[in-house]
């Protein structure tokens, strides 16, 4: 059992991903001789050889098209987007074909790729490289999108990916990639020959902390805030909260969102992505849809402002702080 | 500019050329039937449209050849990629025409999509010009895992200026994938003529920009379509890496059973390029060979009348996907909860309203 | 005053922009020789020459970069999109530049551009020409959304897009293109080079039918089908319901909506495209923010199912149906 | 493959060519003094990323030349569109340096973004070649206008690979746009080598697929940049159409300061290339002609220093942008409530936190 960072659990994960199974194959810009400008896809060129850990050309739609091509004729590529506002180039292929593959072919020739792509604010960098395009992807149907938080997660959540038939996009949180070392366990826990349904259990909200007065819903980099808001709401106020890391974004854990919310009867959804039509828009309806009756406060959301992500002097601005999402719990807990 | 390779004559000024290495008679009346059997098909489903039985139809009379001559120069285990224009060509490895049919009458699932594994012909494609990536995706793999299956796709002049072209030829040029782009220039996206789509004089002329290897050939000519495709194919398959074929011809109906061209162009052009059609006039070429005789032609018409006449009763016999096929297929895997209670609603809303 | 349906009325619109203003241009595939796909812009080119109405190559993310690059220079660019699923390879375009260039030009050089997209389904069209992607863009900050659902309202809000500085996506519910004809007055109600903030006027949501005891919200094709469902609901269930045609998706007329929820105490929101992360989402989540203490029942959603927009043959199964709008206002109003 | 054009030579066996027409004396002194001016605000901005003063600096150490050349042959009237690696040319049309620094700091609004139409330069351009169609809009609007302004915009060779390249140029020859495209041939992409991303030996080369006129031009040469961009920028105003100009050269420093080239190639081949280096370069043929001695060479040292140093300090002096900075210029009109509410919420906060 050794501790490691997120980047070294995906690192683990790929690893032990083309070492199990020769389908696999992974492709980005940089990935192969600099191992990745976060160095995730580190190692791999040298101990795969470079037929199947490919730098490609600075093409990104072509990055998802070819990999598409290649899922076709039956290997199982993991590509990776440099940065997250970098996707928007391949949205197209992702839409109309990794979303419909499987639906256009009557269920015979899904897409079976996973794309990668660091995600999310708090790096300091420049434009365009702290972008939260998540719920775009959960808009669109026929993709499955999840976001792991821990390193554990990280690693079990990308070998389950690659085992799904079904395209997945990982959301990985940039800021949480080197922000602390935990246990992840040396053994795969997932055959990738043999693991269809092993992402819908990594799918499945992650209780990051216990409590029983509000349920903070969240993922991603913001997880560890809420906790900290969680502890400070505990220590200055008194209130148990809960913190709900959701994994999965699409589809999303509706059952522990609304078991969690109707039990503490208060819930406040963080994210970091635009508030306008974002992820939070859907756990809030999904709540007081299905559990109205038990809320005694409406869900409220504290997430990033609707506007582009920040020049990075103001990131911190932008970003929903522990201080934010105190303010926003207190605002739930005295309505 | 080169003039567009030509190998079927028209049996008077213009001399007709040896039949392609590698064909034999045999080949040749296959060849035939592929192109009688697209044909029939295609007016078929015209016919079908006007009547009202299917929905809008991307008809491609007269570009049969660039379909079967670059498909007859594939082996079995090739894949190809069409566009919506190549709509019924997965009926020349077997897919069954009443599928496609199913496909023009808006059925999901089964009744309108093929397997593409089944037939290795990838799915009909809509959106132009993002099925080439796939195309060089697949072949890629193929020689990542050391074998030598070949992709070939198609695209029409329109689709070369969407940036999935160039992506495309550049993977593949960079990744010497085994790809053969078939460019089917018909002159027309929709009302846009080609003197407006690009500067180039031709479309093959693009190659240069991949150090790819391209030709121009007669694509009312189902000879030249098939030669070029078959060196393309046989480099591509020994490892020299792809190829741009270029079909010049000239879309003879409207672009779709929706579009009027007389709003943009002069019916008259058109029937100046009537005569060069490959239907009649690979029959002919063969006559002039002696290997089609009438009663073999007419047998190889009776034959795919049938067979799309069999096709339009399958199609009508078959029971319309119910609304199912909206949450069937949309994950290989197992269903989320948010489809399934949508099936749920639908259900229940359908029992409400006694349907 | 002339009796036009709403492809008559943003081909007027058209007109009328390009006779008060040289700076307005028309592109897109097909625009020019034929008049569009749809024939909204028959007759341009005649009228106004082909430098300033343009048949362009076939490539949607060449058009909207183009029309920035012109915005630049001081031109005032109309681009269609030919259908709505034929928006995805502009995307970056839009996302990266269009809703950015303002920011990242200090306020100075926004993209004032706008982007027509015939949008929606129930014309039996092939696949891919028939979607709904309004609420990716609604969580884009920097763009402006707007979907006008009566013949008038198109004539105007196109006029006022055009005027507006900001990136406008003008979304055009192809379903209504030819279903009806009213009255659209013959004189131009905007001056396109003084109307800045004529668009902000029509973009609030507008009452296509009074009503006390249930506030239906929605835009487009749809709008039309509440009207017929609460016709039903009088008819059949004695409830009075209120539609509110949205007419602005972004920003949201935020008050209107909140204001009829408060007063009805129960409200549904409708629209075409699949659910999850959808607009009836953020349209919900802020009824319940802002009004919960007024609702008598959670605000439930009526819409696309999660799933790609089927083959058209079923597109009566996917479409929201007055039965449908029904079924879920009683279940709002049974609560 | 053509030898690029050189017009500066080494003082020893590579002689030097004529000076490009239409440079006067005071015109080289000029283009040497934006050399100068780019270098050492280069040179700066680098020391100060080391310092931790700004963030990750996207340094262009060698292909002065490549931006200097090409921008000296526009007219001040013309338009020019940098990416990311010419982050600094704005300052040669007079935008303060400190804007650029204030850029490179993460501010926004008027501390890091400056006026484009005040300087005729696009914004720095961060996702890779979506500049290009704009480049394209803005001479296409000019010629609709009947104006005969010329944008000019530069790229990367790992550029050329994305679709928005491909779009761009076949608008600009379809329409015959007054647009010259820059293509800066590092031979790198971060960690990709130029051989991965094209199978072309040149980028030159594919201006055919545009029928397309280019030229290749030695990158470290700013005469050899100038005199190819100013027959490409008159060509273009004279209503030519767009050219393609590959500025052959090497990137000598890291992609930016974040990145190790160590770890993908070998320092001694960019060592090779140094000598070649456009300012100390130009300076030594700008003394061999006579035009520049000692003294003005240093005085333009001098200058180049204290117009920085002052950038500098007037960066430090900048108050930081406030948290208004987010919900400003988001909208060049009225702002939308859910931002006013934003502002409010985020003031609110800070008025709690005391902050
Ligand atoms: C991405 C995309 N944009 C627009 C369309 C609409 N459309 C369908 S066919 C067509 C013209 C295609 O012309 P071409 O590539 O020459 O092929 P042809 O129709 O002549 O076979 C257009 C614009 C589309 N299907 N996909
Ligand atoms: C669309 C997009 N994808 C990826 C990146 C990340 N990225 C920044 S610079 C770069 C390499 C660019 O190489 P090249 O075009 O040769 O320009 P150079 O850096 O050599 O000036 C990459 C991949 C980006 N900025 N934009
Ligand atoms: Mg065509
Ligand atoms: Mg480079």
């Known amino acids: 059992m ?46 795969f050889g470079e037929a199947r850990v490919i730098d490609t050309p600075l093409a990104e739609s072509g990055i998802v098209g070819t990999a598409i091509g290649m899922s076709i004729y039956g290997l199982r590529p993991v590509a990776e987007v440099q940065f997250d506002a970098f996707v928007y180039p391949a949205f197209d292929q992702i839409v109309v074909h990794a979303a419909r593959y499987a639906w256009r072919s009557a269920g015979t ?63 990985e949180p940039k800021r949480v990639y080197r922000a602390g070392r935990s246990e992840v366990p040396d053994e795969a826990p997932i055959d990738i020959a043999d693991a269809d349904g092993a992402l819908a259990e990594l799918m499945r909200a992650r209780v990051a902390r216990d409590g029983d007065d509000l349920a903070i819903v969240t993922y991603g980099a913001t997880t ?57 828009a859907e756990v809030s309806s999904l709540i007081h849809e299905r559990a109205i009756l038990d809320l005694e406060a409406p869900v409220l959301r504290v997430t990033g402002f609707d506007v582009p992500f920040p020049q990075f002097a103001n990131e911190d601005d932008y970003l929903p702080s522990v201080e934010r999402i105190v303010a926003g719990a207190v605002e739930v807990l005295e309505f | ?54 929905g809008t139809y991307p008809l491609y009379w007269g570009e049969e050849g660039t ?21 019924a060509v997965a009926t020349l490895r077997g897919a069954p025409p009443s599928v496609i049919l199913g496909w023009c009458r808006g059925y999901g699932g089964p009744a309108g999509f093929y397997n593409p594994r089944t037939y290795r012909v990838a799915p009909i494609c809509v959106p132009i010009a993002t099925h080439l990536p796939h195309a060089v995706g697949l072949a890629w793999a193929a020689k990542i895992r050391g074998e030598d299956t070949v992709s070939l796709a198609w695209i029409g002049d329109g689709g070369t200026s969407e940036g999935d072209f160039h992506e495309a030829l550049n993977f593949a040029s960079v990744f010497k994938t085994a790809t053969v782009f078939v460019c089917v220039n018909n002159q027309w996206a929709i009302s846009t003529p080609v003197t407006r789509q690009m500067a180039t ?72 390029w009537r005569p060069l059609e490959p239907v009649g006039r690979m029959a002919s070429f063969l006559a002039r060979l002696g290997v089609l005789d009438d009663a073999t032609r007419d047998g ?37 909860w948010s489809l399934e209670e949508g099936l749920r609603e639908l259900r229940a809303l359908r029992r409400r309203e006694g349907d």
């Not at chain 1, 609304?258 to 939070?280: D, M, N, Q, Y």
């Not at chain 2, 000024?13 to 697209?38: A, H, Q």
């Open chain 1, 224 to 280: 560890p805030l809420c906790v900290a808001a969680a502890e400070r709401l505990e220590a200055e106020h008194g209130v148990s909260a809960e913190v709900l890391d959701l994994r999965g974004l699409f589809p999303l854990d509706v059952e522990a969102i609304t078991e969690a919310a109707s039990r503490c009867g208060r819930a406040l959804v963080v994210h970091e992505a635009p508030r306008h039509a974002g992820l939070g």
């Open chain 2, 201 to 272: 004089a031709t479309v093959a002329e693009k190659a240069a920009a991949y150090a790819m290897p391209a030709e121009r050939v007669d694509g009312f000519d189902p000879l030249a379509c098939y030669d070029a495709a078959r060196r393309a194919v046989q480099r591509a398959r020994e490892g020299g890496g792809p190829s741009l074929i270029e079909a010049f011809c000239y879309r003879l109906g409207p672009h779709g059973t929706a579009d009027d061209p007389r709003l943009y162009r002069d019916d008259r052009e058109a029937e100046r």
């Open chain 1, 109 to 171: 020739t899904p897409a079976s790729i996973v794309i990668r792509i660091p995600f999310g604010g708090g790096v300091r960098a420049p434009e365009l490289h702290s972008d939260s395009p998540e719920a775009l992807f959960c808009h669109v149907p026929g993709l499955k999108v999840v976001c792991p938080t821990t390193p554990a997660d990280a690693r079990d959540v990308l070998l389950a990916a690659i085992a799904d038939p079904d395209p997945v996009i990982v959301m």
């Open chain 2, 67 to 87: 379909q079967a001559g670059p498909l007859y120069a594939c082996s079995d285990t090739d894949w190809v990629f069409p566009s919506y224009r190549q709509c």
């Open chain 1, 2 to 47: 050794a501790q490691l960072n997120m980047v070294e659990a995906l690192n683990l994960g790929l690893h032990q991903a083309m070492r199990a199974d020769e389908r696999v194959v992974v492709m980005g810009e940089d990935i192969a001789s600099t191992g990745g400008v976060f160095r995730v896809t580190a190692g791999l060129k040298d101990a």
């Open chain 2, 300 to 336: 190889i018409a009776g034959e795919a009348k049938d067979r799309v006449a069999a096709a339009v009763r399958e199609l009508e016999a078959i029971e319309p996907p119910g609304p199912e096929v909206l949450f069937d297929h949309v994950y290989a895997g197992e269903r989320p």
């Open chain 2, 1 to 54: 500019m080169d003039e567009p390779l030509r190998i079927i004559g028209n049996g008077t000024d213009v001399p007709d050329r040896d039949v392609p290495d590698g064909l034999t008679d045999k080949d040749l009346i296959e060849l035939y039937r592929w192109l009688v059997l697209l044909r029939t098909f295609d007016e078929r489903a015209v016919a079908l449209q006007r009547q009202g039985r299917i």
